[in-house]
């Protein structure tokens, strides 16, 4: 091949041909450097035939500078790459990106000089170096790395090496992951996981394309099951990817792994120090990473003998991206073990609408777990209706539930309080005039964090003191907290149960892995009584002693009226309910709200989940919503509102007109203002046979705004704001 056509990493090039010069050898797929004026630049070696470029006469192409010494981006993932980049209208090159997302995994192999303390002891310290002396213990890393960890600078660590508290130590960058043995620790499985475990098993030896959804009741043993699925494919010697919607659940997931396959995998999630990154993307692309666990990223990395997908907690919303790419790693998962010709299992104890509706129709298969493992027996769910049983004045926790976790806490059991809003109060308002603190930048309220003692806006993490007087009217002392969040119930919690020992799970509380180690092992270890949290503690955790789940506010999802919110209301209560009576001790769950006849609430009481997905369906059936129908978003913004309203003006006078589609709006966004731009929605409604995206493309294509206009496009939209 003496000419060749690249994907750059930069969409306003798109792609470029060069020359092959004489000696290099390249094929698609291929990482390379080229020459760019005065610049270099990255680019992937793509099939010419797949990518329309500018035809430029063979006399002005220039020549490859250097083929990156990294495996070439298999076929699979290429396709993958244009499936991601068409299906969700996104440029080829920022799809491309999530592939290659370690720069210093690029540049190839080697050694670094790595820092460690080397046991000295000196009689004096200055008070920095001796923290850092505390916080380093057992931590190997460059200085940079080590500076973060101890929270010093790196001069103060310099000054150690100089003082021989710390040592260089030169490694191998591709230091080689420990083996997993997929004989380490079988399990013993009941008929029903044995049943599971064999059908994946046989689909992973078989080879080829197979999609599962793996149904299963909380604490039916899913892990089990497919860890079947992963032995298998170790023994073949393929990778296995699992991905995790959250890296709060990875913890629990580490310890089960290493307890099944005696080593941890290999973990990939976006706050990896680059180090790590580097390594685990290295070891993924020759193979040599034989268990990936991960956040939606770690789907679109070059594995390079992939046997296997599993996405565990299926349901999860999480796994859509909002900004750059907006994929939905669920769906994208399936289209890789498509193109990768594996099995691919969604697990899942609510999946779903769009997944169950697949497993109806034979797409995928379905296997079902119906009962919890070890005879633990799913708990009794019982409603608390608020408006017959208000909480005392001023207060949000009915006396029935108070009474049950206090009947929890003399018998040594724990109780979980589920609530989904961080911190103290969702707003604040001035007594005396009735204002209302709000985000500068965005349409929303400040939220009260009595903990840090701020007001802070949870879109764009403005954040300010809490004022002493109303800013509008500045009365003094008048502002009042409205509603309720986890910190608030947890001091209404210390009120009413003083001996109770409460852990606050929250994603500003728990913000690290050490963080949730912490809390898990205080929870097994029997230190907490009461657990309060938002979505964080709803899926995931095993505790045995816990034995009631008492959800706060079960109207609260149900407010926003968005196209999913009973689904999602559902999914989170089912998934707390779940944490409860999975040891040796039956379970209850109280649910407070004021609509127990609401379908969804009903539902869960009659513990009627058939009823349930069946309502849900006819609903969507009808509004020829998804998976019946299809959804795209455009979102306009500026900084400017009157250009943000010009530019969404102008693309929705330029409509098509289609027989298959509906277009609603331009209309301000719920969130009119955000991050400090306008923004303006416009939503299609297609039939599902309509070609959406290529009815997008020829729409918005004609359109050239200035650079302060941003179009975003989100097919299959799960945020309505
Ligand atoms: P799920 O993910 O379906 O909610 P888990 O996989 O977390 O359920 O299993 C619930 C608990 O039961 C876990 O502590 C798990 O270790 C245990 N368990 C499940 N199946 C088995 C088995 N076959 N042998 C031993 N323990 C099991
Ligand atoms: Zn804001």
Redesign the pocket.
Known sequence: MNRVRLLVFNAALGVLDYRVPPGMSVEPGSIVLAPLGPRQILGIVWEAERLDAKEVPEAKLRPLMEVLPVPPLRAPLRRLIEWTADYYCAPLSAVARMTLSSGAALKGGGTTTEYRLTGAEPARLTPQRAAALDALHGEQATIRELAEIAGVSDGVLRGMVGAGLLEPVVVDIDRPYPRALPDFAE????PD?RAAAEAFVGAVEQGGFAPFLLD??????????YFEAVAAALRAGQQVLVLLPEIALTENFLR?FEARFGVPPVLWHSSLKSTERRRAWRAIASGEAQVVVGARSALFLPYARMGLIVV?EAHETSFKQDDGVRYNARDVAVIRARFEQVPVIL?S?TPALESMQLAEAGIYRRIE?PA???G?TLPHIDILDLREEPPERGRWLAPRLVAEMKTRLERGEQSLLFLNRRAYAPLTLCRHCGYRLQCPNCTAWLVEHRLSRRLACHHCGHEVPVPEACPECGTPDCLVACGPGVERIADEVAELLPEARVALVTSDTLNTPEKVAEFVAAAEGKLVDVIIGTQLVTK?Y?FPELTLVGVVDADLGLEGGDLRAGERTYQQIAQVA?RAG?GEKPGEVLIQTRHPEAAVIAALAAGDRDAFYSAETESRREAGAPPFGRWAAIIVSSEDEAEARDAARAIGGARPDHPDVAILGPAPAPMALLRGRYRYRLLINARRSAELQKIIGQWLGRFQFPASVRVNIDVDPYSFV
């Open positions: 399990p013993d499985l009941s996981q299963g009741v909380t604490g039916s043993g899913k892990t089990e099951c089960r565990d697990a104890a777990l919890r493992f070890g633990a995931g095993h779940g999975r």
